[in-house]
């Protein structure tokens, strides 16, 4: 379940791109809720360096002990590093981008 | 409780899963509610982590029900490696697909929280491990660290009540642990949740001897054990000693056994004590107690009696050497394997972890004979109250196990002989007792055994002195003087007095017949004077009866002629 919006490149200045990773358990509200958020959010900041991956532990549980999954939804970034993890609906706009680091705190 | 209402035809069992931990099975009857959670709480170091792994340990290796361990704490090879030395090995039951484990981590500093969510990731991962095992048994140590890492209060508590509600559905018998919080039991209030069975463990610290407790604070649904009970963790994991289940309804023997030293046996009418029956032998410093105990345990050894000699003053090479020196070769039975010594100070554990130390050697050795020495010693580690308590414990067990146990006993000098705080605290409880001490006077000290008392067996009421010499224990004969007994010099020089009486009555009679002899024999030489006499009495007289017979006959002669 995979969507990418553009191919994995890396731009002039060598800054990576933007690997992130969404955890959700079936089609519930809060997961729906939460993709079309970071979908939003990701299309306005990261505009054509992004990847978003959605993994359904309903349909691979294994998956959930790698990353240390708790909570769902839960939205990890993968890249650039260091990980960071969003757990929630994702509708606190703020919260998300300060999370991602995309926004430095109180800007 | 709901017992009662069961008891028709069939008496109703509340399911239980059995631990496997040593004596919490008693104390629970049983184990932990089966199906339900159970909550372990307690402060920082007391064993709930280790008390939960071996619930699931044993489960598997025991009663074969796969276990799932989610660490919230410890990362897996960090469990691993603490258990091993315990004699665990989870990576072979990983391999073997009957364990688990799964380290949750949480890092605050990871998270941030944007909006609603629940713990569905949690749930997936513990039913995906619970299902790929087919576990029945699930640890959760400890759940109170989400609190740390996740802010949102309202969502996890909600998600909290789901999960142990989720537990219950999947019908496997939970652990939880929690750490205990300043007036409740535990700091995030799990007990609200978890209300099936709460276990609470302490460790505590008293005059610089630590001993743990564990106390079953409820259990629904059954009955249990309400006391704090002492445990032990020690290379085995834990050990939990139960305190009340001890009746006193153990078996009785009329068996006598041989107390080993000649001439004690004689004191009782028996010859000896009652198997099973305890015996203590108090005495003051240097009074032959350790000897005399010593003598008991070669003597049940000869017998091919298994017998563990707990040393408390002693090491094990000192105590054989030192019998050596009056004749006892006690290293033959232990390379016979009919004797264990064990020495160490008392003052290396609690009280309780004496007693735990000594129901698991007798667990494993089977013992019939058991010797403390001194049981007084275990004073110095704990109050009177608890030293009492802890030697009913200790002689209920022995009793159970119908093990014949020998107390020696150190009391202070004093001379009144009143017995001091260990003879109180043990004198109602043994069956016999004896008592070595000291008589002094005449400038020396000598040793005298008696007997206070012997449940149900008459014995003798004197006080016999004894005697330690190279070829080990005499008990010498009474001696009494017009003072009462006679000890040491005192008896030596009675002894010589009455040997001189002895020659001189000797004496005297000699001289008394040697006076008959020669009054007979003056007497005889009387008679013979007498009878000489009368010889020639009767010599003169028939002379003159001749005569005079003579002279007749010539008067009647000169008669006869006047007439003619």
């Given at each position: 379940m995979t969507n990418n919006n553009e191919p994995a490149t890396i731009n002039e200045n060598g800054v990576a791109e933007w690997q992130l990773l969404l955890y959700i358990a079936g089609q519930t509200p809060k997961s729906i809720k939460a993709l079309s958020n970071i979908k939003k959010y990701a299309e306005e900041h990261l505009k054509g360096k992004?990847?978003?991956?959605?993994i359904d532990l309903l349909k691979s549980p294994q998956l959930a002990e790698g990353d240390q999954i708790l909570a769902v939804p839960t939205l990890v970034r993968k890249f650039p590093e260091p990980i960071r993890k969003i757990i929630g609906d994702l509708s606190n706009e703020e919260r998300v981008l300060v999370g991602l680091n995309i926004k430095p705190l109180n800007k | 409780m709901q017992r009662d209402s069961f008891n028709d035809s069939e008496k109703f069992v509340f399911p239980k899963a059995p631990t496997g931990v040593d004596g919490l099975d008693e104390i629970t009857e049983g184990g932990f509610p089966k199906g339900r959670p159970t909550l372990i709480c307690g402060g920082a170091g007391c064993g709930k982590t280790l008390l939960s792994m071996q619930f699931l340990i044993k489960g598997i290796t025991e009663f074969n029900e796969p276990g799932v361990f989610m660490s919230f704490e410890e990362p897996s090879h960090d469990l691993t490696l603490n258990v091993k030395s315990l004699g665990f090995d989870l990576e072979q039951l990983k391999a073997d697909k009957k364990l688990v484990v799964d380290h949750v981590r949480v890092e605050r500093s990871e998270i941030e929280e944007a909006g609603e969510y629940d713990l569905d990731g949690l749930f997936i991962r513990l039913g995906y491990a619970i299902d790929s095992i087919n576990a029945t048994r699930v640890v959760l140590d400890t759940l109170e660290s989400l609190f740390a890492g996740l802010d949102n209060q309202a969502i996890l508590r909600a998600e909290l009540r789901r999960l142990f509600h989720w537990l219950k559905e999947k019908g496997v018998t939970a652990v939880i642990t929690g750490e205990r919080g300043e007036s409740t039991l535990t700091r995030q209030g799990l007990e609200e949740y978890v209300s099936d069975c709460v276990i609470l463990l302490d460790h505590r610290?008293?005059?610089?001897?630590?001993?743990?407790?564990?106390?079953?604070?409820?259990?629904?649904?059954?009955?249990?054990?309400?006391?704090?009970?002492?445990?032990?963790?020690?290379?085995?994991?834990?050990?939990v000693l139960p305190i009340t289940s001890l009746k006193l309804d153990n078996e009785v023997s009329s068996d006598i056994v041989s107390t080993g030293v000649p001439g004690l046996g004689e004191m009782f009418n028996g010859g000896g004590f009652y198997r099973g029956s305890n015996i203590l032998v108090s005495g003051t410093a240097g009074t032959a107690k350790t000897t005399i105990a010593c003598y008991f345990a070669d003597e049940q050894c000869k017998k091919k009696e298994k017998t563990i000699y707990f040393a408390f003053e002693e090491s094990p090479q000192q105590l054989v050497r030192n019998m050596k020196s009056i004749g006892l070769n006690l290293q033959k039975h232990i390379d016979e394997g009919y004797l264990q010594i064990h020495s160490s100070r008392p003052s290396l554990n609690g009280l309780e972890l004496h007693l735990l130390t000594l129901r698991k050697l007798i667990k494993e050795y089977k013992p019939t004979t058991i010797i403390i020495d001194p049981i007084s010693n275990l004073i110095s580690v704990g109050s009177e109250q608890e030293v009492r308590s802890m030697l009913v414990r200790l002689i209920d067990l022995v009793k159970v196990n119908n093990i014949t146990a020998l107390f020696t006993s150190l009391n202070k000098q004093t001379d009144t002989f009143r017995p001091d705080l260990a003879e109180e605290s043990v004198s109602s409880l043994v069956d016999t007792w004896i008592t070595v001490r000291d008589m002094e006077?005449?400038?020396?000290?000598?040793?005298?055994?008696?007997?206070?008392?012997?449940?149900?067996?008459?014995?003798?009421?004197?006080?016999?002195?004894?005697?330690?010499?190279?070829?080990?224990?005499?008990?010498?004969?009474?001696?009494?003087?017009?003072?009462?007994?006679?000890?040491?010099?005192?008896?030596?020089?009675?002894?010589?007095?009455?040997?001189?009486?002895?020659?001189?009555?000797?004496?005297?009679?000699?001289?008394?017949?040697?006076?008959?002899?020669?009054?007979?024999?003056?007497?005889?030489?009387?008679?013979?004077?007498?009878?000489?006499?009368?010889?020639?009495?009767?010599?003169?007289?028939?002379?003159?009866?001749?005569?005079?017979e003579m002279q007749e006959k010539a008067a009647r002669l000169k008669k006869q002629d006047n007439d003619k």
């Open positions: 992004y990847s978003i991956e959605i | 610290v008293i005059e610089q001897v630590s001993t743990r407790r564990l106390r079953i604070v409820k259990y629904r649904g059954s009955t249990h054990g309400t006391n704090e009970y002492p445990f032990l963790i020690d290379e085995d994991g834990i050990s006077g005449m400038g020396e000290r000598n040793r005298g055994i008696f007997i206070i008392k012997s449940r149900g067996m008459g014995h003798s009421n004197q006080v016999r002195e004894f005697i330690i010499t190279g070829n080990g224990i005499e008990l010498l004969d009474i001696e009494i003087g017009p003072e009462g007994i006679l000890t040491g010099a005192a008896r030596h020089s009675n002894e010589i007095n009455k040997r001189l009486t002895e020659i001189k009555l000797q004496n005297e009679l000699d001289r008394k017949d040697r006076e008959i002899a020669r009054k007979r024999k003056v007497l005889e030489a009387n008679i013979e004077a007498l009878r000489n006499e009368f010889e020639s009495v009767e010599e003169e007289l028939s002379l003159l009866k001749a005569t005079e």
